[in-house]
């Protein structure tokens, strides 16, 4: 019998006598016990379908022994059948019977032979006529389940004897439950296409979904997060009217990277310690030549209110190749540029680019890391606009509470560090640097008096880092990194739970 | 940003007020300064050497370790800094530094010889006169030096400055240039005298002083200071004698400064002579000395010179974008220490002293910063600059970032490596060695490690790198990157430019090639370039790939990328020794092309 028609097998049963015992059905069925438990329990997986109380019952059951002794008849039987009516000598009975001595020592006891030692040698006799084995008969019934026929006294005898024992047996009594059908559905895991152009999906029942398993995750390629956040810094910028700074300028002149910002030339920044020299292009040409001799005067002796630095500025220096070390070396081409114009426009810009810096390196410095930068040029701008366009850039990133300290920067002053309150630190942290850039610089450029440029700058891999909770910078920049990690972060919305 | 220690006790004692860590550290942030660390003598030994005895005899005393800004020399030491605070404060006002000649005999002059113009070209000096030494006031005073040499000084190349115990010399000095072997003397804490060179041998194993020797050691003359008697004061920038060495007994100090930059000469002198001059009998009062150069000009130093500037009320507000009045601008600019006073209510006008002591103050703008500072940054009302601008993007970048979210949708994941790499990577690595990859890079002059020898002028190194610390994870890995490389180019003034490139690999059990070329067909769709293969009158405007040989790539399977009939990039299967090169086990197919063909 196949075992997947038991259920409605055992249905059909339910059916037709309305409520039955596992065993009997095992019976009727003509399987093994444990077939229909497991009929029954896969029918209870459907709702309503039958039910289904556990029963315990005890039952008399044959050993093997008592099986055997079923077919073979019993010892004591087998013995008497031996002796013939002219006796048989006892030591020739016991060696041809099958288990001799329990068979004559019960026979005995029952008194249907017996023994005369009158002679030479010990004889035994029957004693009486004995028609039927009553311990096969016994056991017949017990075999057939009627062992309430029986009569206890034997039962125990048979106990004793080891041909029958007593079990505890387990069974499962099943009625009709309110939805029950003789049919039975197998469920059905998905929808599919032909269920749905047959309609088949309106009858069939549907296996139930594992709503605590995972899915299955998309095959998909990724974004890395730390450009996913220069995404959403680019959009801000975007969205308070910001112009992108042409950046592609790797490789800049000592020049535009420092003398034009009014960094003197013995100043540390411009130290081979800090800063990447190039050897090869080792110099740049071409600097503007009316603007350099401004530079080099702002430096050298002062001007434009200033007292300048008051040192020998030397053009060589000013030529030397570096790796940029701020993106503020392209809004200084930017804002000459912009004095070149006939007529002061105010401008917005910004710039998101890398910049490089022969630092010691350690878990939250790189050689190279991207630096934000935001540069407002306008006729009689002020600190307070700082302060307020400050407010609202960081508004934009999560950041609410700022507050601000007076710093130093060769090129800006007043110039202003800014912390952010973090609510998830729940600190004050620094998050970047600010001011008006000074005189010194914007002057020789050719810009009006009246207009102040402000400016802030901060790195891209400090907020991405706090915000993925990541603390060595090697795993979310250059080669090092774990692409689990790019392949599992979050969209980087910056103004979110920053 | 320089930073200096101050014993918390003797800090608070001086400003006359205990302060709990918390209001000290409001008070640094509204000045412009940074409480770092707090910690105690004991505490810097044991971290820098473990438990020690050193350690356990050391004081536990608290020590704040503050950082001051990097244009403010007058608050090198503790009494700078208690000074600026308390007139910040307003607790007292600034002292007023004069010039005195000496009370009895000649002023002390230093005459400069000519030979000093090749090495050390210039000279200051003073005198701190009568002068009371405590061990405190004497360790601020070597401390002041240290940090003087170390920031203006630029580790003295700039910069050196010597002190000497007046009682034991005698002027005339003579500042002069000698050939090395000439020179002999008894040095600072020497029992002998040895000769310069002797002791630039000497000090090469010294850890605190062989960072200077460089400074002259190939000089043919060394600059050399002495008295009437020929009695050695130092030996610049490199070290002072033993004889003229002051002590917490001496009274009357001799500065000398030799300089190569005599703007840092002139504010070292006048930030060391004002910030220990309140010590001396007739406290801020100094005794100048009188320089001889070599061309007979006679200048008296040090300068401590007051300038005045004149600023309007008027002005400073539209600078910062607050409205106070001029007498309210004077007052907070003598808070922090210029001295400031109102000419003119009507126009706002007001006379700034600038003492000798701030020198970071150069133009106007230092000065509106300091009323922004008084006034407090955070007082500052909010706004927004007036003019409209409308935003807009670089090309480049807005093609990029769209580009980009293409790449991904087409199952390639972003890497994001570094500019700088050694030359093996694009050269030997890449087999490429002394080819037009290398040729073209740009080179670093003073790189720390090899992975920083050039910038990059290929972006498929970064991306193998990429891989190769990423293989445990499932393949294939499908990486892709939109960055620029940087190649030299004689045109532009810095003889070099950066280079848009799109770069993809696919990493796998097989190479993949048709991975790789199906996604440059879907950059070329989404990029709506037509694909020419086939139909040779789209060459023009479309693109196709044509065979080609490459080193970098395994023969027969490596094509150009042609757009408009110009070869813009390369692709194809990766040669087995370029994978094996990176530390990589599986084939790889890769791409390359320059993107800034297609805006």
Same mark, same amino acid.
């Given at each position: 019998m196949a075992a997947e028609n038991l259920p409605e097998l055992v249905l059909k049963q339910v059916d037709k006598y309305e409520s039955v015992d596992s065993n009997v059905l095992a019976a009727v069925l003509e399987t093994d016990h444990q077939n229909i438990i497991g009929a029954i329990k896969s029918l209870q997986c459907h709702e309503g379908l039958v039910e289904v109380e556990q029963r315990c019952s005890k039952k008399w059951l044959l050993t093997d022994e008592g099986k055997q002794l079923l077919r073979e008849g019993s010892y004591e039987y087998n013995i008497y059948k031996l002796v013939p009516h002219e006796g048989i000598s006892q030591a020739r009975l016991m060696k041809i019977a099958i288990n001799a001595k329990i068979g004559f020592s019960k026979a005995m006891s029952n008194k249907w032979i017996r023994v005369d030692k009158s002679g030479n040698m010990p004889m035994v006799f029957r004693n009486m006529e004995i028609l039927e084995d009553e311990t096969v008969k016994d056991l017949d019934l017990i075999q057939c389940s009627k062992s309430d026929l029986v009569r206890d006294r034997v039962l125990n005898e048979l106990k004793k004897r080891k041909l029958a024992t007593e079990v505890v047996m387990k069974s499962l009594f099943v009625k009709k439950g309110e939805k029950f059908t003789k049919k039975l559905e197998k469920p059905v895991t998905d929808l599919t296409t032909q269920m749905i152009q047959d309609y088949s999906w309106q009858t069939k029942n549907f296996k139930d979904y594992n709503y605590n398993a995972m899915g299955v995750f998309p095959a998909a390629g990724h974004l890395h997060p730390l450009m996913k956040v220069r995404s959403a810094y680019r959009q801000i910028f975007l969205e308070m009217g910001f112009t992108e700074m042409p950046t592609n300028n790797f490789v800049e002149s000592a020049f535009w990277n420092f003398d034009a910002l009014f960094q003197p030339q013995q100043h540390p920044a411009r130290d081979a310690h800090d800063t990447f020299f190039t050897s090869n292009p080792s110099i740049s040409t071409n600097l503007p030549p009316t603007y350099l001799e401004r530079v080099k005067a702002v430096h050298s002796k002062g001007g434009f209110g200033s007292k300048g630095y008051r040192y020998d500025w030397k053009v060589e220096e000013a030529q030397k190749n570096v790796l940029r070390t701020h993106t503020t070396a392209v809004s200084a081409r930017m804002l000459y540029m912009l004095a070149q114009q006939p007529v002061f426009k105010p401008v917005k810009y910004f710039s998101i680019d890398r910049v490089f810096r022969n630092e010691t390196l350690d878990a939250t410095h790189l050689a190279e890391f991207h630096q934000v930068e935001g540069v407002v040029a306008d006729r009689s701008v002020t600190l307070g606009d700082l302060v307020g366009i400050l407010y609202e850039f960081f508004h934009k990133l999560g950041m609410e509470k700022l507050r601000f300290k007076p710093a130093y920067n060769p090129y800006t002053e007043p110039s202003m560090e800014i912390f952010g309150y973090h609510e998830g630190l729940k600190k004050w942290v620094e998050i970047g640097n600010s001011g008006v850039f000074r005189p010194e610089m914007l002057r020789p450029m050719g810009l009006p008096e009246d207009v102040n440029v402000i400016a802030w700058g901060l790195s891209l891999e400090r907020p991405t880092m706090i915000k993925l909770q990541i603390d060595n910078i090697r795993n979310l920049v250059g080669h090092k990194v774990d692409l689990e990690m790019v392949y599992e972060s979050p969209i980087c919305a910056m103004d979110i739970n920053m | 940003m320089p930073t200096i220690s101050v014993n918390r006790e003797q800090l608070f004692k001086c400003l006359g007020k205990t302060y709990t860590e918390e209001e000290f550290d409001a008070l640094c942030f509204d000045y412009g300064l940074e409480l770092d660390e707090v910690?105690?003598?004991?505490?810097?030994?044991?971290?820098?050497?473990?438990?020690?005895?050193?350690?356990?005899?050391?004081?536990?005393?608290?020590?704040?370790?503050?950082? @001051?800004?990097?244009?403010?020399?007058? /608050?090198?030491?503790?009494?700078?800094?208690?000074?600026?605070?308390?007139?910040?404060?307003?607790?007292?006002?600034?002292?007023?530094?004069?010039?005195? *000649?000496?009370?009895?005999?000649?002023?002390?002059?230093?005459?400069?010889?000519?030979?000093?113009?090749?090495?050390? *070209?210039?000279?200051?000096?003073?005198?701190?006169?009568?002068?009371?030494?405590?061990?405190?006031?004497?360790?601020?005073?070597?401390?002041?030096?240290?940090?003087?040499?170390?920031?203006?000084?630029?580790?003295?190349?700039?910069?050196?400055?010597?002190?000497?115990?007046?009682?034991?010399?005698?002027?005339?000095?003579?500042?002069?240039?000698?050939?090395?072997?000439?020179?002999?003397?008894?040095?600072?804490?020497?029992?002998?005298?040895?000769?310069?060179?002797?002791?630039?041998?000497?000090?090469?194993?010294?850890?605190?002083?062989?960072?200077?020797?460089?400074?002259?050691?190939?000089? *043919?003359?060394?600059?050399?200071?002495?008295?009437? !008697?020929?009695?050695?004061?130092?030996?610049?920038?490199?070290?002072?004698? $033993?004889?003229?060495?002051?002590?917490?007994?001496?009274?009357?100090?001799?500065?000398?400064?030799?300089?190569?930059?005599?703007?840092?000469?002139?504010?070292?002198?006048?930030?060391?002579?004002?910030?220990?001059?309140?010590?001396?009998?007739?406290?801020?009062?100094?005794? *100048?000395?009188?320089?001889?150069?070599?061309?007979?000009?006679?200048?008296?130093?040090?300068?401590?010179?007051?300038?005045?500037?004149?600023?309007?009320?008027?002005?400073?507000?539209?600078?910062?974008?607050?409205?106070?009045?001029?007498?309210?601008?004077?007052?907070?600019?003598?808070?922090?220490? +210029?001295?400031?006073? @109102?000419?003119?209510?009507?126009?706002?006008?007001?006379?700034?002293?600038?003492?000798?002591?701030?020198?970071?103050?150069?133009?106007?703008?230092?000065?509106?910063?300091? @009323?922004?500072?008084?006034?407090?940054? !955070? !007082?500052?009302?909010?706004?927004?600059?007036?003019?409209?601008?409308?935003?807009?993007?670089?090309?480049?970048?807005? +093609?990029?970032?769209?580009?980009?979210?293409?790449?991904?949708?087409?199952?390639?994941?972003?890497?994001?490596?570094?500019?700088?790499?050694?030359?093996?990577?694009?050269?030997?690595?890449?087999?490429?060695?002394?080819?037009?990859?290398?040729r073209a890079a740009v080179h670093i002059a003073n790189p720390k490690t090899l992975e920083f020898q050039v910038v990059r002028t290929s972006l498929i190194p970064g991306l193998l790198k990429t891989i190769a610390s990423n293989r445990k994870m499932p393949l294939p890995l499908k990486l892709f990157e939109i960055q620029e490389v940087v190649l030299k180019d004689d045109k532009r003034d810095t003889k070099a430019r950066n280079e848009r490139r799109i770069a993809a690999v696919h990493?796998?059990?097989?190479?993949?090639?048709?991975?790789?070329?199906?996604?440059? $067909?879907?950059?070329?769709?989404?990029?709506?370039?037509?694909?020419?293969?086939?139909?040779?009158? /789209?060459?023009?405007?479309?693109?196709?790939?044509?065979?080609?040989?490459?080193?970098?790539?395994?023969?027969?399977?490596?094509?150009?990328?042609?757009?408009?009939?110009?070869?813009?990039?390369? +692709?194809? @299967?990766?040669?087995?020794?370029?994978?094996?090169?990176?530390?990589?086990?599986?084939?790889?197919?890769?791409?390359?092309? !320059?993107?800034?063909?297609f805006y």
């Open positions: - | 910690t105690s003598e004991k505490e810097l030994i044991e971290k820098e050497q473990g438990h020690t005895k050193a350690a356990d005899g050391a004081s536990d005393a608290i020590i704040y370790k503050i950082e @001051v800004p990097a244009n403010r020399y007058d /608050l090198l030491c503790i009494e700078g800094l208690v000074q600026a605070l308390k007139v910040f404060l307003q607790k007292e006002s600034a002292p007023q530094y004069t010039l005195l *000649p000496p009370g009895k005999g000649d002023v002390q002059e230093i005459v400069m010889t000519e030979t000093t113009k090749e090495i050390r *070209p210039f000279c200051v000096g003073a005198v701190l006169r009568n002068i009371k030494f405590t061990q405190e006031n004497y360790n601020n005073f070597i401390d002041l030096q240290d940090k003087i040499h170390s920031s203006i000084g630029r580790k003295r190349t700039l910069v050196s400055i010597g002190t000497h115990d007046l009682d034991t010399i005698e002027g005339p000095f003579v500042y002069d240039a000698k050939p090395p072997a000439d020179i002999k003397f008894v040095a600072l804490n020497q029992e002998k005298a040895f000769t310069a060179p002797e002791l630039m041998e000497l000090y090469s194993k010294e850890s605190h002083l062989k960072g200077y020797l460089p400074i002259i050691r190939d000089s *043919p003359v060394y600059p050399i200071i002495y008295d009437k !008697n020929g009695v050695v004061l130092s030996m610049p920038p490199i070290i002072n004698g $033993d004889h003229s060495k002051i002590k917490l007994t001496t009274t009357n100090v001799l500065i000398e400064i030799t300089a190569t930059d005599l703007t840092k000469a002139t504010v070292a002198l006048d930030t060391i002579v004002a910030m220990f001059s309140g010590y001396c009998q007739k406290p801020y009062e100094i005794e *100048p000395v009188k320089i001889i150069h070599p061309d007979q000009k006679r200048v008296l130093t040090p300068e401590l010179s007051y300038r005045s500037e004149i600023v309007f009320a008027d002005h400073l507000n539209k600078k910062i974008g607050i409205k106070i009045s001029a007498d309210d601008v004077a007052k907070l600019l003598t808070k922090m220490c +210029l001295k400031s006073e @109102v000419i003119s209510q009507e126009t706002g006008e007001v006379k700034v002293t600038i003492p000798p002591t701030r020198s970071d103050v150069i133009h106007a703008c230092d000065i509106i910063e300091d @009323v922004a500072i008084a006034y407090g940054y !955070n !007082n500052i009302v909010k706004t927004l600059p007036r003019s409209m601008t409308i935003g807009s993007q670089q090309k480049s970048m807005k +093609l990029s970032e769209r580009v980009r979210i293409e790449l991904a949708a087409a199952g390639f994941t972003e890497a994001l490596t570094f500019s700088l790499c050694s030359r093996d990577d694009i050269g030997k690595k890449m087999r490429q060695e002394g080819g037009e990859m290398e990493y796998n059990k097989t190479p993949g090639f048709e991975v790789i070329h199906g996604l440059l $067909d879907r950059l070329m769709q989404i990029l709506e370039v037509k694909c020419a293969t086939g139909n040779p009158s /789209l060459r023009d405007v479309g693109y196709y790939i044509r065979a080609a040989d490459d080193k970098s790539y395994f023969p027969g399977r490596c094509a150009e990328i042609v757009f408009r009939e110009e070869v813009v990039g390369m +692709l194809g @299967v990766l040669h087995p020794d370029v994978i094996t090169a990176f530390d990589l086990v599986c084939p790889a197919a890769a791409m390359e092309i !320059n993107f800034e063909k």
